[in-house]
C-alpha cells in the first residue's frame, strides 16, 4: 500500500491573500489537512473577521492571522519571522495574493501599471526568496526536514488574452514564468519544489459585477464546458495535493482549475442567459 497521502500534518504554510476569496478557501483547506497555517492581510478589519471565522471549529493554536502587505518586502519578511516564531518553522509558501484591472490598455497608468506588478509579481517574487533563505537556515539545522513547496496562483490569463486586462495578464505570465525558472532551479539547491495553480472564473469582490452581468459572463460560460463559474473552495483542493506528500513529484506544473475552459473548442453547448 502506498504511504504518499494528501495530509499536511507536521506541517507550515504560509499563505498570502488568505483572508476572503480563494486564498480563504485554500487556507481553510490546509488546516482541514493538518497544517499550521499563518496567513494576513493589510486590513485590520479583514484581520479581525477572518480570526474569528477561521477558528470556528478549528485549533486556534495552529492559526496565525497577522498584518502582511505582499508589495512591502518588509512586511511580508516581518509576517515570515512571525510565523517561524509562533511554529518554529515554516515548509509551505502560497502566494495566492494578487490584484485585477479591467480598463483599455491604451489608458492605463503608469501607475496602475507598476502596482499591478508589484503584488501580483514582485511581491511573490520577494516572498520567494524570503521563504527560501528561511528554508536554506531550516536545511542546515535540520537534514531531516529538507526542503519546502511554493504554490503560486496563476490565471488563464497567464496562457490566454482577454480583452482589456493587459497589465493583470502581463503580470500572471510573469509569475508562471517565475514559477518554471524557480522549479528549474531550486529543486536540487534547495529542496524546494515550485508549482501554480491557474483558477478560472471565481466570482469574488474585484471581478463579480464583470462576470454576472453582461456579455463578458455570457461568452466565458459558452466557452466552459461545465457551463458555471467556479468556487473557492474548489481551488483549494489542487493547493493541498501540490503540497502534500502525495505530489511530492510535481514540479514546474500549473494545474489549470477551470472547469474545462482552457481546453475548450467547438462544443453544442450554449451558455444560460
Not at 507550515?12 to 497555517?37: F, Q, R
Not at 463559474?229 to 506544473?253: Q, T
Request: net charge neutral.
Amino acid at each position: 500500500m502506498s504511504s504518499l497521502k494528501m495530509d499536511l500534518n507536521g506541517k507550515v504554510a504560509l499563505v498570502t491573500g488568505g483572508t476572503s476569496g480563494i486564498g480563504k478557501a485554500i487556507v481553510e483547506a490546509m488546516l482541514d489537512a493538518g497544517a499550521s497555517v499563518a496567513t494576513g492581510s493589510r486590513t485590520p478589519e479583514k484581520i479581525d473577521a477572518a480570526r474569528e471565522d477561521l477558528s470556528v471549529g478549528r485549533d486556534a493554536s495552529k492559526l496565525l492571522i497577522t498584518r502582511m502587505d505582499v508589495a512591502d518586502p518588509k512586511s511580508f519578511e516581518e509576517a515570515l519571522q512571525a510565523t517561524v516564531k509562533q511554529f518554529g518553522r515554516v515548509d509551505i509558501l502560497v502566494n495566492n495574493a494578487g490584484t485585477n484591472l479591467k480598463k483599455a490598455t491604451v489608458d492605463v497608468t503608469d501607475e496602475e501599471h507598476r502596482r499591478l506588478f508589484d503584488i501580483n509579481y514582485f511581491g511573490p517574487f520577494a516572498a520567494s526568496q524570503a521563504f527560501c533563505k528561511q528554508v536554506m537556515k531550516q536545511n542546515e539545522a535540520d537534514k531531516s526536514k529538507y526542503g519546502g513547496v511554493i504554490v503560486n496562483t496563476c490565471s488563464v490569463t497567464s496562457f490566454l488574452a482577454l480583452s482589456e486586462v493587459t497589465t493583470y495578464a502581463a503580470s500572471k505570465g510573469a509569475l508562471l514564468a517565475l514559477t518554471r525558472q524557480l522549479a528549474v532551479e531550486w529543486p536540487q539547491k534547495y529542496g524546494i519544489r515550485v508549482n501554480a495553480i491557474a483558477p478560472g472564473f471565481v466570482p469574488a469582490d474585484q471581478n463579480r459585477a464583470i462576470l454576472k452581468s453582461g456579455d463578458r459572463g455570457r461568452r466565458i460560460l459558452e466557452n466552459t464546458p461545465m457551463q458555471r463559474f467556479g468556487d473557492p473552495e474548489e481551488m483549494a483542493g489542487a493547493v493541498v495535493l501540490l503540497c502534500s506528500d502525495a505530489g511530492r513529484f510535481i514540479n514546474g506544473e500549473c494545474i489549470n482549475i477551470d472547469g474545462g475552459f482552457m481546453i475548450h473548442g467547438v462544443s453544442d453547448s450554449v451558455a444560460k442567459q
